[in-house]
Protein backbone atom coordinates (compact mmCIF):
# COMPACT_ATOMS: atom_id res chain seq x y z
CA UNK A 1 0.00 0.00 0.00
CA UNK A 2 2.78 2.57 1.02
CA UNK A 3 4.78 1.91 -2.18
CA UNK A 4 1.39 2.02 -4.28
CA UNK A 5 0.89 5.76 -2.69
CA UNK A 6 4.42 6.44 -3.25
CA UNK A 7 4.08 5.47 -7.03
CA UNK A 8 0.78 7.58 -7.21
CA UNK A 9 2.15 10.71 -5.76
CA UNK A 10 5.01 10.58 -7.61
CA UNK A 11 2.91 10.50 -10.82
CA UNK A 12 1.04 13.05 -9.57
CA UNK A 13 3.93 15.19 -9.20
CA UNK A 14 5.32 14.12 -12.77
CA UNK A 15 2.06 15.07 -14.23
CA UNK A 16 1.64 18.62 -13.04
CA UNK A 17 5.07 19.41 -13.76
CA UNK A 18 4.21 20.61 -17.60
CA UNK A 19 1.19 22.81 -16.07
CA UNK A 20 3.99 24.49 -13.53
CA UNK A 21 5.87 25.25 -16.56
CA UNK A 22 3.32 26.46 -18.20
CA UNK A 23 1.88 28.78 -15.24
CA UNK A 24 5.50 30.03 -14.99
CA UNK A 25 5.54 31.00 -18.70
CA UNK A 26 4.65 34.56 -19.77
CA UNK A 27 4.78 33.95 -23.53
CA UNK A 28 4.31 31.33 -26.16
CA UNK A 29 6.59 33.28 -28.40
CA UNK A 30 7.79 36.43 -28.69
CA UNK A 31 9.13 38.30 -31.44
CA UNK A 32 12.80 40.56 -30.91
CA UNK A 33 13.06 43.16 -33.61
CA UNK A 34 16.80 44.74 -34.01
CA UNK A 35 17.30 47.81 -35.69
CA UNK A 36 20.91 46.93 -36.79
CA UNK A 37 22.80 44.28 -37.73
CA UNK A 38 24.13 40.94 -36.10
CA UNK A 39 27.52 41.05 -33.98
CA UNK A 40 25.97 44.77 -32.35
CA UNK A 41 25.32 46.05 -29.03
CA UNK A 42 21.60 45.78 -29.31
CA UNK A 43 21.85 42.29 -31.04
CA UNK A 44 24.03 41.21 -28.05
CA UNK A 45 21.40 42.76 -25.87
CA UNK A 46 18.49 40.82 -27.73
CA UNK A 47 20.05 37.18 -27.82
CA UNK A 48 20.95 38.05 -23.62
CA UNK A 49 16.92 38.72 -22.86
CA UNK A 50 16.23 35.43 -25.13
CA UNK A 51 19.13 33.52 -23.02
CA UNK A 52 18.00 34.69 -19.88
CA UNK A 53 13.83 34.21 -20.35
CA UNK A 54 14.80 30.72 -21.84
CA UNK A 55 16.98 29.78 -18.38
CA UNK A 56 13.61 30.62 -16.28
CA UNK A 57 10.98 29.26 -18.69
CA UNK A 58 8.96 32.89 -19.41
CA UNK A 59 8.63 32.48 -23.23
CA UNK A 60 8.66 29.21 -25.22
CA UNK A 61 9.96 30.71 -28.42
CA UNK A 62 11.54 33.25 -30.00
CA UNK A 63 11.90 35.10 -33.69
CA UNK A 64 14.19 38.13 -34.49
CA UNK A 65 14.67 40.29 -37.28
CA UNK A 66 17.70 42.27 -37.65
CA UNK A 67 17.29 45.13 -40.35
CA UNK A 68 20.62 48.08 -39.91
CA UNK A 69 20.98 51.03 -40.77
CA UNK A 70 21.56 54.96 -39.36
CA UNK A 71 21.74 54.07 -36.31
CA UNK A 72 18.15 52.29 -35.93
CA UNK A 73 16.34 54.54 -38.36
CA UNK A 74 16.21 52.56 -41.05
CA UNK A 75 14.75 49.73 -39.40
CA UNK A 76 12.28 51.23 -37.14
CA UNK A 77 9.45 52.35 -40.07
CA UNK A 78 9.33 48.95 -40.44
CA UNK A 79 9.05 47.68 -36.99
CA UNK A 80 5.96 50.70 -36.77
CA UNK A 81 4.30 49.48 -40.01
CA UNK A 82 4.40 46.00 -39.41
CA UNK A 83 4.14 44.96 -35.77
CA UNK A 84 1.40 47.57 -34.99
CA UNK A 85 -0.65 46.61 -32.24
CA UNK A 86 0.89 43.53 -31.77
CA UNK A 87 1.60 43.01 -28.26
CA UNK A 88 4.05 40.18 -28.84
CA UNK A 89 6.54 42.15 -30.18
CA UNK A 90 9.93 43.89 -28.48
CA UNK A 91 12.27 46.52 -30.52
CA UNK A 92 15.86 46.68 -28.90
CA UNK A 93 16.96 50.49 -28.67
CA UNK A 94 18.68 52.95 -26.77
CA UNK A 95 20.70 56.38 -27.31
CA UNK A 96 22.05 55.43 -30.50
CA UNK A 97 18.40 55.80 -31.74
CA UNK A 98 18.23 59.32 -30.01
CA UNK A 99 21.23 60.94 -31.40
CA UNK A 100 19.98 59.05 -34.70
CA UNK A 101 16.69 60.84 -34.90
CA UNK A 102 17.54 63.88 -33.97
CA UNK A 103 20.89 63.94 -36.94
CA UNK A 104 18.76 62.79 -39.48
CA UNK A 105 15.77 64.39 -38.59
CA UNK A 106 13.80 61.83 -38.89
CA UNK A 107 9.95 61.72 -39.39
CA UNK A 108 9.50 58.44 -36.70
CA UNK A 109 11.93 58.14 -33.75
CA UNK A 110 11.71 55.96 -30.18
CA UNK A 111 8.84 58.80 -29.03
CA UNK A 112 6.67 56.64 -31.88
CA UNK A 113 7.00 53.28 -29.55
CA UNK A 114 5.60 52.24 -26.64
CA UNK A 115 8.27 51.91 -23.82
CA UNK A 116 8.85 48.68 -21.87
CA UNK A 117 12.46 48.86 -19.84
CA UNK A 118 15.47 50.20 -19.67
CA UNK A 119 18.29 47.16 -18.94
CA UNK A 120 21.80 48.42 -19.45
CA UNK A 121 24.00 50.85 -18.91
CA UNK A 122 27.22 50.51 -20.67
CA UNK A 123 30.76 52.36 -21.15
CA UNK A 124 32.67 53.03 -24.76
CA UNK A 125 36.28 51.74 -25.17
CA UNK A 126 38.32 53.16 -27.91
CA UNK A 127 40.33 50.91 -29.10
CA UNK A 128 42.71 50.68 -32.20
CA UNK A 129 44.37 47.68 -34.19
CA UNK A 130 46.86 45.13 -32.53
CA UNK A 131 49.54 46.26 -34.92
CA UNK A 132 48.75 50.44 -34.77
CA UNK A 133 51.37 52.66 -33.79
CA UNK A 134 49.18 54.12 -31.49
CA UNK A 135 50.32 52.55 -28.17
CA UNK A 136 48.64 54.84 -25.90
CA UNK A 137 45.28 57.67 -25.74
CA UNK A 138 47.92 60.24 -25.51
CA UNK A 139 49.36 59.41 -28.86
CA UNK A 140 46.03 58.68 -30.77
CA UNK A 141 44.86 61.89 -28.94
CA UNK A 142 47.72 63.69 -30.46
CA UNK A 143 47.61 63.18 -33.86
CA UNK A 144 43.90 63.72 -33.56
CA UNK A 145 44.32 67.28 -32.34
CA UNK A 146 46.86 67.79 -34.95
CA UNK A 147 44.98 67.06 -37.77
CA UNK A 148 41.71 65.41 -37.10
CA UNK A 149 40.60 64.18 -40.78
CA UNK A 150 44.12 61.91 -41.13
CA UNK A 151 42.50 59.91 -38.46
CA UNK A 152 39.98 57.41 -39.65
CA UNK A 153 37.26 56.35 -36.67
CA UNK A 154 35.04 53.73 -36.72
CA UNK A 155 31.88 53.56 -35.01
CA UNK A 156 28.05 53.52 -35.18
CA UNK A 157 25.47 55.63 -36.71
CA UNK A 158 25.83 59.20 -37.38
CA UNK A 159 24.72 61.39 -34.29
CA UNK A 160 24.76 58.07 -31.77
CA UNK A 161 26.94 57.66 -28.86
CA UNK A 162 30.15 56.78 -30.66
CA UNK A 163 30.37 59.99 -32.76
CA UNK A 164 29.00 61.87 -29.78
CA UNK A 165 32.21 60.62 -27.81
CA UNK A 166 34.69 61.44 -30.74
CA UNK A 167 33.24 64.83 -30.24
CA UNK A 168 33.41 65.86 -27.26
CA UNK A 169 37.47 64.30 -27.34
CA UNK A 170 38.11 66.71 -30.31
CA UNK A 171 36.17 69.44 -28.75
CA UNK A 172 38.38 68.85 -25.51
CA UNK A 173 41.22 68.91 -27.44
CA UNK A 174 40.67 71.95 -29.14
CA UNK A 175 39.22 71.18 -32.54
CA UNK A 176 36.04 71.17 -34.24
CA UNK A 177 33.95 68.32 -33.57
CA UNK A 178 32.93 68.56 -37.32
CA UNK A 179 36.33 68.16 -38.43
CA UNK A 180 36.19 64.49 -37.23
CA UNK A 181 36.70 61.75 -39.79
CA UNK A 182 34.12 59.51 -38.70
CA UNK A 183 33.17 56.21 -40.51
CA UNK A 184 29.44 55.00 -39.40
CA UNK A 185 28.62 51.26 -39.77
CA UNK A 186 25.51 49.79 -39.50
CA UNK A 187 26.15 47.21 -36.53
CA UNK A 188 29.46 46.02 -34.33
CA UNK A 189 30.06 43.23 -36.73
CA UNK A 190 31.16 45.90 -39.45
CA UNK A 191 32.86 48.16 -37.60
CA UNK A 192 35.05 45.42 -36.05
CA UNK A 193 35.88 43.76 -39.58
CA UNK A 194 37.40 47.31 -40.35
CA UNK A 195 38.90 47.85 -37.42
CA UNK A 196 40.59 44.36 -38.00
CA UNK A 197 41.37 44.85 -41.48
CA UNK A 198 43.14 48.45 -40.77
CA UNK A 199 40.82 50.13 -42.69
CA UNK A 200 40.61 52.82 -40.07
CA UNK A 201 42.90 54.22 -38.02
CA UNK A 202 40.65 53.61 -34.27
CA UNK A 203 36.90 52.66 -33.22
CA UNK A 204 34.52 53.31 -30.89
CA UNK A 205 31.84 51.15 -29.01
CA UNK A 206 30.49 49.56 -26.08
CA UNK A 207 33.18 47.44 -24.01
CA UNK A 208 30.86 44.72 -24.44
CA UNK A 209 31.29 44.52 -28.72
CA UNK A 210 35.04 44.37 -28.54
CA UNK A 211 36.13 42.92 -24.67
CA UNK A 212 36.85 39.52 -26.40
CA UNK A 213 38.87 40.78 -29.41
CA UNK A 214 40.53 42.81 -26.91
CA UNK A 215 41.04 39.63 -24.53
CA UNK A 216 42.36 37.72 -28.13
CA UNK A 217 45.08 40.82 -28.52
CA UNK A 218 43.50 41.37 -32.03
CA UNK A 219 42.97 45.00 -31.04
CA UNK A 220 44.73 47.34 -28.10
CA UNK A 221 42.24 49.34 -25.65
CA UNK A 222 43.46 52.58 -25.16
CA UNK A 223 40.83 54.22 -23.11
CA UNK A 224 37.42 53.73 -21.75
CA UNK A 225 34.32 56.48 -21.34
CA UNK A 226 32.71 55.61 -17.91
CA UNK A 227 33.70 57.32 -14.80
CA UNK A 228 35.69 53.91 -13.63
CA UNK A 229 37.78 51.63 -15.12
CA UNK A 230 36.29 48.43 -16.55
CA UNK A 231 39.69 46.85 -16.65
CA UNK A 232 42.68 47.28 -14.74
CA UNK A 233 45.37 48.33 -17.37
CA UNK A 234 42.97 50.34 -19.42
CA UNK A 235 42.31 53.86 -17.90
CA UNK A 236 39.42 56.24 -18.38
CA UNK A 237 39.53 59.28 -20.51
CA UNK A 238 38.92 61.49 -17.51
CA UNK A 239 42.00 60.05 -16.04
CA UNK A 240 44.02 60.12 -18.84
CA UNK A 241 43.42 64.47 -19.59
CA UNK A 242 40.36 64.13 -21.50
CA UNK A 243 37.53 65.31 -19.52
CA UNK A 244 34.77 63.03 -21.07
CA UNK A 245 32.58 60.43 -19.70
CA UNK A 246 29.94 59.00 -21.95
CA UNK A 247 27.89 55.95 -21.57
CA UNK A 248 24.97 54.16 -23.84
CA UNK A 249 21.92 52.93 -22.22
CA UNK A 250 20.05 49.88 -23.89
CA UNK A 251 16.22 49.28 -23.61
CA UNK A 252 13.22 47.49 -25.02
CA UNK A 253 9.80 49.10 -26.41
CA UNK A 254 6.55 47.60 -27.52
CA UNK A 255 4.54 48.36 -30.73
CA UNK A 256 2.54 50.87 -31.36
CA UNK A 257 -0.81 50.35 -30.90
CA UNK A 258 -0.73 47.99 -27.95
CA UNK A 259 -3.78 48.99 -24.78
CA UNK A 260 -1.83 49.16 -21.40
CA UNK A 261 -2.44 45.92 -20.49
CA UNK A 262 -0.73 44.74 -22.80
CA UNK A 263 2.25 47.25 -22.43
CA UNK A 264 2.27 45.82 -18.41
CA UNK A 265 2.30 42.33 -19.75
CA UNK A 266 5.74 42.83 -21.33
CA UNK A 267 7.00 45.07 -18.39
CA UNK A 268 5.90 42.04 -15.90
CA UNK A 269 8.17 39.92 -18.43
CA UNK A 270 11.33 41.90 -18.18
CA UNK A 271 10.94 42.64 -14.49
CA UNK A 272 10.77 38.63 -14.30
CA UNK A 273 13.71 38.04 -16.63
CA UNK A 274 15.73 41.48 -14.74
CA UNK A 275 14.72 39.04 -11.53
CA UNK A 276 16.34 35.91 -12.52
CA UNK A 277 19.94 34.62 -11.59
CA UNK A 278 20.69 33.99 -15.63
CA UNK A 279 20.43 37.45 -16.37
CA UNK A 280 22.66 38.29 -12.76
CA UNK A 281 25.28 36.51 -14.72
CA UNK A 282 25.11 37.94 -17.79
CA UNK A 283 25.40 40.89 -16.44
CA UNK A 284 28.56 40.20 -14.61
CA UNK A 285 29.69 38.31 -17.74
CA UNK A 286 29.57 41.04 -20.01
CA UNK A 287 30.59 44.10 -17.69
CA UNK A 288 26.96 45.44 -18.64
CA UNK A 289 25.75 47.99 -15.69
CA UNK A 290 22.36 47.29 -14.18
CA UNK A 291 20.07 50.26 -15.35
CA UNK A 292 16.54 48.98 -14.95
CA UNK A 293 13.85 51.38 -15.27
CA UNK A 294 10.23 50.56 -16.43
CA UNK A 295 7.13 52.60 -15.89
CA UNK A 296 6.50 56.22 -15.64
CA UNK A 297 10.03 57.05 -14.34
CA UNK A 298 11.19 55.36 -17.42
CA UNK A 299 9.27 57.75 -19.78
CA UNK A 300 10.47 60.86 -17.83
CA UNK A 301 13.74 59.56 -18.39
CA UNK A 302 13.50 59.22 -21.89
CA UNK A 303 12.60 62.85 -22.28
CA UNK A 304 14.98 64.29 -20.17
CA UNK A 305 17.67 62.52 -22.30
CA UNK A 306 16.37 63.34 -25.83
CA UNK A 307 16.18 67.11 -24.38
CA UNK A 308 19.91 66.62 -22.70
CA UNK A 309 20.94 64.48 -26.39
CA UNK A 310 19.39 67.23 -28.44
CA UNK A 311 21.51 70.31 -26.55
CA UNK A 312 25.11 68.27 -27.25
CA UNK A 313 24.22 67.25 -30.68
CA UNK A 314 23.89 71.28 -31.28
CA UNK A 315 26.97 72.27 -29.78
CA UNK A 316 29.38 69.68 -31.39
CA UNK A 317 27.59 71.06 -34.86
CA UNK A 318 25.77 67.63 -35.56
CA UNK A 319 22.24 68.79 -36.02
Known sequence: MTHRRSLLAATLTLGTLPRLAAAQQRFASLYVFVPAGPGGGWDGLGRAIEQAARASSLVGTFQFENVGGAGGMVGLPRFLSQRRGRADSLMIGGSVMVGAALTNKTPVSLQNTVPVARMTEEAGVIIVPANSPYRTITELADALKANPRSVAVAGGSAGGTDHIILGLMLQKLGRQPREASFVAFPGGGPAQAAILGGQVAAGISGWSEFSEQIKAGRVRALATTGERRLDPDVPTLKESGLDVVATNWRGVFGAPG??????????????????????????????WEDAFLTGAPFDQFLERDRSETESVLKDLGLA
Open 258 to 287: INATQRQALVDLMTAIHASEAWRRILADRG
